[in-house]
């Protein structure tokens, strides 16, 4: 099984929180990039994730980009957020009805997913 490369205390998920909404991680195959958590508040953030659950759902991403090719996933996801960005008016709604993200988020606080995840799970959230 192909491993991520997890780099701890990023500045790169600073560059994609916006407003008071905070990005923990994002992966950007082979990487995934966490933030800083020793920055980050817990009585001023909400939700609050730890860095376990969201190094998971990051590993779910990496395993969704696996499974439909680097490019394949970041056109996958671009066109579904359009999609639901217009059905949806609304860019929190569109971006959490994403499939890649409906099954991370649903499966982040199980810590071990990755190990009985079946591949293209992420198909039965598309609709």
Same mark, same amino acid.
């Given at each position: ?10 500045? %790169? ?49 990496? @395993? @969704?980009? %696996? ?11 671009? %066109? ?10 609304? %860019? ?6 994403? +499939? ?9 606080? @199980?810590?071990?997913?990755? +190990? ?12």
């Amino acid at each position: 099984m192909i491993k991520p490369i997890i780099i701890r205390k990023s500045k %790169i998920p600073n560059l994609f929180s916006f407003g008071d909404k905070i990005t923990y991680g994002i992966t950007f195959f082979p990487f995934i990039f966490i933030t800083d958590f020793n920055k980050i508040s817990k009585e001023s953030v909400t939700p609050y994730y730890n860095m376990d659950e969201v190094i998971n759902h990051e590993t779910i991403h990496f @395993q @969704q980009t %696996i499974e439909t090719g680097v490019v394949g996933f970041y056109l996958i996801y671009l %066109i579904e957020f359009i999609y639901k960005l217009i059905k949806h008016k609304n %860019i929190g709604k569109a971006y959490h009805r994403i +499939s890649f993200e409906r099954e991370a988020y649903k499966h982040m606080k @199980q810590l071990n997913y990755i +190990s009985y995840r079946k591949r293209y799970s992420w198909l039965k959230y598309i609709l």
